[in-house]
């Protein structure tokens, strides 16, 4: 079972890489004085074909080879119905997947957010070619990662270098304190 939201997150997004998806926009609104948290994950992959999309809930239903169930959308289904949120999929085959999550930022049932700086840097080790959006908004305010921007900045060197992951990992964090008002990543994202 997924005990972070970061955990769908990041499984989500996989699911965009396997779809071959060269673009992927993750996006984290957390605003506690609306009693709100949402997720999204857009890509411009394969799509889903409706056949598919009517299976997304089966947890017995998997399309990847050599797997008898797949338990990733089941179980962030599952968690947004806990919280009465909402999971909406659209998918346009030959266009890409939007996957949006919905939860009430203050519900007991919420899985906390949970580590997306260790997200964003295991989504890019061994995809240092992927175009990469991370956008997290907190209270209004926001922050952006584009790895398009990091990469023209590198001048070469490649974006899933253990120095660059780790340096990655670092800026998020430190950019994720700030957004939260500098009272600790970890408080923020504990939050709920």
């Not at 605003?31 to 017995?60: C, E, H, K, M, W």
């Not at 089941?74 to 266009?95: H, K, M, T, W, Y």
């Not at 939860?103 to 919420?110: A, L, Q």
Request: hydrophobic share 35%.
């Amino acid at each position: 079972m997924m005990e972070e939201l970061a955990h769908h997150i990041l499984d989500v997004a996989r699911n965009s890489l396997e779809a071959g998806a060269t673009r992927v926009e993750i996006t984290v609104e957390e605003d506690p004085t609306g009693d709100l948290l949402r997720f999204s994950v857009v890509d411009n992959g394969s799509g889903i074909p409706p056949y598919v999309q009517r299976q997304l809930a089966n947890p017995f239903f998997t399309t990847k080879s050599g797997k008898k169930v797949g338990l990733g959308l089941p179980f962030l289904q599952a968690a947004v119905e806990r919280c009465g949120g909402n999971l909406e999929i659209r998918s346009d085959v030959g266009r890409g997947t939007t996957v949006v999550a919905t939860f009430p930022y203050y519900c007991w049932d919420r899985p906390p957010l949970g580590d997306m700086p260790r997200t964003i840097v295991s989504l890019l080790v061994g995809n240092g070619h992927l175009d990469l959006c991370y956008r997290h908004i907190f209270n209004g305010q926001s922050f952006e990662l584009d790895t398009g921007e990091i990469r023209s900045r590198l001048k070469g060197i490649p974006l899933d270098t253990p120095e660059v992951l780790l340096w990655l990992r670092q800026y998020l964090a430190e950019n994720l304190n700030i957004l939260s008002g500098g009272g600790g990543y970890e408080v923020a994202r504990r939050a709920g």
